[in-house]
């Protein structure tokens, strides 16, 4: 009776050979330590601070458009000095609040057979620091953000870059993320899709990104793919 059930549990769910996971709002929380080190270049440069909600309006398309979207025009001129300043900053506190989301070691763990990868609008630089601080960097083969492509995501470059270096199908693989960028980008790329509810995109705008599949607590990944 047991081995029919895990049979019958197994039936329902998809096979894969690649996990594509976004980084911020996915494996980490990584939003106050971003926002802080945002007001704090804003303020260094006479802008004015934003608040948390201002600053998830314009979050998820890299550092550089983080920036600009947050100063506007107004104080478009004050770019370059308020982009050192937000990276120097970011890098001496981007680990003060920053954690893994519950079950993600777990998780990383049980497909660690499997091709597992980071595609992300964040530097690689820090994408893969945070990761090795937090003690999961070694799970993944490949870090991809905008050093390694010209166009960030919704655009699927840096999903078929990784599709190639691990000569996958797209068919068995899912990209994992939390804005719709994430899911438009796979999409386009011709791999499942998986939307974050638990991360810091819009529910709404999420769910109406139509992904194959949604998850409410990364722990759920488990039971839907094997």
Same mark, same amino acid.
């Given at each position: 009776m047991k081995k029919y059930t895990c049979r019958r549990r197994e039936l329902r769910m998809k096979k894969i050979t690649t996990l594509l996971f976004d980084l911020d709002g996915v494996l980490i929380d990584s939003f106050p330590d971003v926002a802080d080190a945002l007001n704090y270049?804003? &303020?260094?440069? =006479?802008? #004015? +601070? &934003?608040?948390? +909600? +201002?600053?998830?309006?314009?979050f998820g398309y890299g550092a550089k458009n983080l920036v600009a979207d947050g100063l506007g025009e107004k104080y478009a001129s004050y770019f370059n000095e308020a982009m050192v300043t937000f990276k120097e $900053?970011?890098?001496? %506190?981007?680990?003060?609040? %920053?954690?893994?989301? #519950? /079950?993600v070691k777990e998780v990383l763990n049980h497909f660690k057979d499997k091709n597992l990868a980071v595609v992300t609008? &964040? !530097?690689?630089?820090?994408?893969?620091y945070i990761l090795e601080q937090l003690g999961? =960097?070694?799970y993944f083969r490949y870090i991809v953000g905008p050093e390694s492509v010209s166009c960030l995501k919704p655009h699927? +470059? *840096?999903?078929?870059?990784?599709?190639?270096?691990f000569r996958a199908d797209a068919a068995e693989s899912v990209m994992i /993320?939390?804005? #719709? !960028?994430?899911m438009a980008a796979g999409k386009a790329a011709g791999t499942l899709t998986c939307g974050a509810y638990y *991360?810091? =995109?819009? $529910? %709404?705008k999420l769910k109406g990104a139509q992904a194959d599949y949604y998850i409410e607590t990364i722990a759920e990944l488990k039971d839907l793919f094997f």
């Open positions: 270049a804003f &303020k260094a440069v =006479g802008a #004015p +601070e &934003k608040s948390y +909600e +201002e600053i998830k309006s314009i $900053r970011y890098l001496a %506190t981007c680990l003060n609040k %920053t954690k893994l989301y #519950p /079950g609008n &964040k !530097s690689e630089f820090f994408s893969r999961v =960097g070694q699927p +470059e *840096g999903i078929l870059l990784l599709l190639e270096r /993320g939390d804005f #719709p !960028s994430d *991360g810091f =995109g819009d $529910r %709404t």
